[in-house]
């Protein structure tokens, strides 16, 4: 399977700023996922980015709040903009395994604390 | 849409017992049913998955079920270890196009 990082791992953000989170996958994917997981919760998919094209948002999520980039097939970024506390959350990034499958494989999270 | 229920939402079994995890879904078009694993701190991690063609899919000392008239599949850990100690998550999905729908979460404790 496919090896995912992001960076950052963690951070602490004030009210109304914006972080953007990296994901970078060791070798070509095509589709790239960016989910939210508050604490003690399941996974919510907030975009799928295929590269080439605009991310598909999810219900409940749109492009000026979470704008995503995805340059190529190995590298994606999720920017959470004018943070408020209830932003504060985990972000995964994940990828399919193979083109086609079903399979998905996450990269280990950045925990975001905004105050 | 596409509904999973996953239940207990907590699990506490005695080293070396086995555990069970159940979930349930709601679209019978759903062919595919991913079980991961997150521990604290980590992104969640498949353990194993199981196709709609199967029954049942073995893995060392995990195994799921599938019941598709039921509409249910199960996650079952023997021989549970103090490693085995994290959240598990089941999925289901209709497809390479369609998103996974994800369980609530059970949290598995391994007593010593």
């Known amino acids: 399977s496919a090896v995912i990082s992001q960076k950052p791992s963690r951070d602490i953000c004030q009210r109304g700023t914006s972080l953007t989170i990296q994901c970078q996958v060791d070798?070509?994917?095509?589709?790239m996922f960016w989910y939210r997981q508050q604490p003690g919760q399941s996974l919510t998919l907030i975009a799928t980015?295929?590269?080439?094209?605009?991310?598909?948002?999810e219900s409940g999520f749109v492009i000026d709040k979470f704008p995503i980039s995805r340059p190529n097939l190995t590298f994606s970024t999720l920017t959470v903009s004018n943070m408020s506390p209830e932003d504060s959350s985990i972000y995964l990034c994940?990828?399919?395994?193979?083109?086609?499958?079903?399979?998905?494989?996450f990269g280990p999270g950045t925990r975001l604390t905004v105050l | 849409g596409e509904n999973v229920e996953q239940h207990p939402s907590t699990l506490s079994v005695q080293e070396g017992d086995s555990a069970v995890i159940k979930c349930t879904y709601s679209?019978?078009?759903?062919?595919?049913f991913p079980w991961y694993k997150q521990e604290l701190g980590k992104g969640p991690q498949l353990i194993i998955d199981?196709?709609?063609n199967v029954g049942e899919k073995k893995d060392q000392r995990i195994a799921v079920t599938l019941n598709k008239t039921a509409k249910h599949f199960s996650l079952h850990i023997t021989e549970t270890q103090p490693e085995d100690s994290a959240v598990y998550f089941c999925?289901?999905?209709?497809?390479?196009?369609?998103?996974?729908?994800w369980g609530a979460g059970t949290k598995l404790i391994i007593k010593p």
């Open positions: 994940s990828v399919d395994g193979t083109p086609g499958g079903n399979e998905q494989f």
């Open positions: 070798s070509q994917v095509t589709m």
């Open positions: 980015a295929n590269q080439g094209s605009e991310a598909t948002y």
């Open positions: 679209d019978s078009a759903s062919n595919y």
């Open positions: 199981i196709r709609s």
């Open positions: 999925a289901a999905s209709k497809g390479s196009n369609y998103q996974l729908i």
